[in-house]
């Protein structure tokens, strides 16, 4: 069956084909015209679809690209958060410096799909924040806050209008407690979204309700399926099949590890129809929903208006046909135009049903959009703009260039340019061009001022400066805005970045002379001086009260030290102290993270520029000795380090022949045997330390980490899977350490149940399902009303030494600075130590 289906495949292929290597052989192309096929194929439905999520990287990126680059679909997936409790796989941002990422990855990988993304987190540290896994709806709507979350869903439902709803998983308990209070708001909006009673206040600010047409949930297979859909064909287009293409977009989520290299077969979506308000005929995905406007015109019952429609749906389906002759689409394409505007006059003027009259002007509305984006294509206008920085502070003059390029073969006329700015900005509004001749370049230079007040930047707002082109054919205009290239940011003159930023003081062992980097980056363009100080709680002393530094130029950084001493008799308690600088009476007091990586634009997350101290005692061995095997993922050897212990980072070199022997303990990094193939490679060697008398720490791995529970470890030990269901999400839930006179909880540390208090996020991840009989346990723990786990500390002897596997999130504890985490994770690491 699949050597025929490949056969078939091969065939269509070549025959879908024919006419289309004819078409562009004419036009001296060697490739399919993408981006015009893109602009083009919307034209041929009227029809809407919304995915709905929780997190990003939770669209069906298979079903979405069918729908949307395979039928021309109007397709949008709405995810409620930015993805902050997540895991990084691509650097070290946690937190809102993750949500950005992923935000980022999930435009990135709407743009290869052709889908609009939305979220209803608004800005960073928004309420509807991810806070880690919940395997608990109500859990996640308390946190979120149901209201506001409701609130923004039923908006954006009113707003973008969707006919189809599908959420992207049921709501069982198996699942994330995230998805499953997606699923379940997306459920009761079917209803509320059409009640005028619903946030009423919605409807007064000009929205109007919206009756969503279906409701679908994805279904587990063909039995429990009312819809089965075929969705793995071949696109010569894009020269791939769809799911093949939603995987392309899938790459983008890189700081998840996500995509993979599929074959082309076929595939079906599997779906259950769960609620409809039209008549549906079972198995028909689409039934009762108008699919373009020549069914549109079987709905109104102006024979004049349904005759019209039907005109213009034929009109649209001949541009269509004209693919990828650009000069005749442009021409065709304007004519379209004017008639669309005909024929939302006559809809307007049309005595019919409203809810069946506001559905087709916006479906109408609809089709002008697309309209406008075929013309933009096909005219061939290229547009290129500079600007003199992407960086700008208050009170800058800087300029903008756009080159405006002509690559079709039509003259186009009335060509004009213009800066969408904010409103308080100082520009040149627009410039223009009579008519630009095929092959002829435009340049255009504007000069723009921003305010001396302008808001800094804030990752989720819109592009503070976009750029705009109208020109004229056949007596109607298009308008094209677009973005730059890169990230528009207004920032602070100064940033100061303190090193470290968390500073731990061990009152068993105080520090003296703690050494305080502040780097100081100049964003100003020219010349700054400051003078950089720390505002030290009271007792605490430095070397000095202030340094200065100068800077000639944008981004040039200089770095100054502090040394620092707490009292000699501090006591518990959080010490937190700002980094300040002074420059030209003005104050700056905050840290810009630079969020850079070469498959999403740059960003930029500003906040407080403070130490964040805790002090509390730590006691360790006096010489003990360890090795860290980084994995990219955590930064705990930096946290231990900084807390006085004698950490040494292992280098690939380090693991494949270096002396290992001379350290106490070796720890590896959270899910290190994925990030570090040599530790993979090397694992023989850590083993045989282990064996010899050393002792090995393992932190928390996934399943598929490059893991093999049969000999990764010395002894059998095989993660939990599916890993949904193999973690304790309550960061407050009761521990019971089992053997509690084991060293691990008396040495050099006491441990009591307040060491197990004020943890963040959750208590473990990905707790081990089994493991070999040599393996001890040392804590139990659960979830409200479930089983509990042992698994969370194993340990065994190997030879020897003792091989320590532990899935708690001792680097979330520790990147917190909570002091229990700190004392426990010591212990694991001075076992056998005295």
Do not use: C
């Not at 609620?275 to 406007?293: M, Q």
């Amino acid at each position: 069956m699949r050597k025929l289906f490949m056969v078939f495949l091969s065939l269509a292929l070549v025959l879908s084909l024919l006419p289309m290597q004819s078409s562009l052989a004419n036009e001296n192309q060697d490739e399919a015209d993408v981006d015009l096929w893109n602009a083009l194929k919307p034209l041929s439905t009227t029809v809407s679809f919304l995915n709905t999520g929780a997190h990003p990287d939770d669209e069906r990126s298979d079903f979405l690209a069918y729908l949307s680059r395979g039928l021309g679909v109007q397709t949008s997936s709405m995810i409620a958060n930015r993805g902050e409790g997540g895991q990084n796989e691509i650097g070290t941002e946690l937190g809102n410096g993750l949500g950005i990422i992923r935000s980022n990855e999930m435009i990135e990988a709407s743009k290869i799909t052709g889908v609009k993304a939305y979220h209803l987190s608004e800005t960073t540290s928004d309420p509807i924040y991810d806070f880690g896994f919940s395997k608990s709806p109500e859990e996640t709507l308390e946190k979120w806050g149901e209201d506001l979350t409701y609130e923004r869903f039923i908006r954006l439902i009113r707003t973008y209008k969707p006919d189809i709803v599908m959420p992207s998983f049921q709501d069982v308990e198996s699942q994330h407690g995230h998805h499953r209070a997606i699923t379940e708001l997306t459920h009761k909006a079917f209803e509320d979204a059409a009640d005028p009673s619903v946030y009423p206040e919605q409807l007064e600010e000009g929205l109007d309700v919206w009756q969503v047409k279906k409701l679908y949930l994805p279904a587990d297979s063909e039995e429990t399926a009312t819809t089965s859909i075929e969705i793995g064909d071949y696109d010569p287009v894009y020269g791939m099949t769809y799911p093949q293409l939603g995987e392309e977009s899938r790459y983008m989520h890189k700081s998840q590890g996500m995509g993979r290299d599929i074959p082309a077969e076929p595939r079906q979506t599997h779906l259950e129809l769960i609620t409809s308000s039209v008549d549906h005929e079972a198995g028909k995905f689409f039934s009762g929903i108008p699919y373009n406007l020549a069914d549109w015109a079987e709905k109104v019952p102006n024979r004049g208006l349904s005759k019209h429609l039907e005109k213009l749906q034929q009109d649209l389906e001949r541009i269509i046909e004209l693919y990828p002759n650009r000069e005749e689409i442009l021409s065709d394409t304007h004519k379209a135009l004017k008639q669309v505007e005909k024929v939302l006059k006559m809809t307007q003027r049309t005595n019919m049903d409203e809810n069946i009259k506001n559905d087709l002007i916006h479906k109408l509305e609809l089709k002008k959009e697309q309209l406008q984006e075929v013309s933009f294509v096909s005219s061939s206008l290229h547009i290129n703009t500079e600007i003199e920085s992407n960086v700008l502070t208050q009170g800058e003059e800087t300029q903008v260039t756009m080159r405006v390029s002509n690559e079709g073969n039509k003259k186009l006329k009335h060509v004009e340019t213009s800066l969408i700015t904010p409103e308080s900005w100082v520009s040149e509004k627009s410039q223009s061009f009579k008519h630009l001749d095929p092959g002829q370049t435009g340049t255009v230079v504007f000069t723009v001022t921003v305010p001396d007040d302008q808001q800094y930047y804030q990752p989720y707002d819109r592009p503070i400066l976009q750029t705009q082109i109208t020109f004229k054919e056949k007596g109607t205009t298009t308008t094209k805005v677009q973005e730059l290239d890169n990230t528009v940011s207004v920032l602070p003159d100064l940033s100061l970045q303190a090193g470290p930023d968390k500073l731990t003081i061990n009152t068993a062992d105080i520090q003296e002379d703690i050494p305080i980097s502040v780097k100081v980056k100049n964003y100003f363009d020219g010349e700054k001086d400051a003078q950089v100080s720390l505002n030290l709680p009271e007792g605490w002393t430095s070397d000095a009260a202030e340094k200065q530094v100068a800077f000639t130029e944008r981004f040039e950084e200089e770095e100054v030290v502090f040394y620092i001493n707490p009292p000699s008799d501090i006591e518990d308690g959080d010490y937190s102290f700002d980094v300040v600088a002074n420059a030209e009476g003005k104050t700056y007091n905050t840290t810009v993270q630079e969020i850079k990586y070469d498959h999403i634009n740059d960003s930029y997350y500003q906040y407080p520029s403070t130490v964040n101290t805790v002090a509390f005692e730590l006691l360790k061995p006096d010489n003990l000795k360890v090795g860290y095997i980084e994995s990219g993922f955590d930064e705990v050897a930096d946290y231990l380090f900084e807390a006085g212990i004698d950490v040494t980072k292992l280098t690939e070199e380090d693991l494949a022949s270096g002396d290992l022997s001379q350290y106490d303990t070796i720890v590896s990094g959270i899910r290190a045997y994925l990030s570090r193939e040599d530790l993979v490679q090397n694992n023989e060697r850590l083993l045989e330390y282990v064996e010899n008398g050393g002792h090995f720490v393992v932190q928390y791995h996934k399943p598929g980490d490059n893991w093999n529970p049969d000999n990764t470890a010395p002894y059998s030990l095989e993660i939990g899977s599916p890993s949904i269901e193999w973690r304790v999400t309550d960061e407050a839930a009761d521990v019971t350490v089992t053997q509690p006179d084991h060293e691990f909880f008396n040495y050099p540390n006491n441990i009591t149940n307040s060491d197990w208090d004020n943890w963040v996020q959750e208590r473990g991840l990905y707790f081990p399902m089994n493991w070999d009989d040599r393996f001890e346990t040392f804590v139990s723990m659960a979830d409200p009303n479930e089983d509990p786990f042992t698994s969370g500390i194993l340990s065994a002897n190997y030879g020897e030494g003792t091989y320590t596997y532990t899935n708690l999130v001792f680097y979330r504890q520790i990147d917190n600075q909570v002091p229990g985490a700190y004392r426990i994770f010591t212990n694991l690491i001075s076992y056998g130590a005295e």
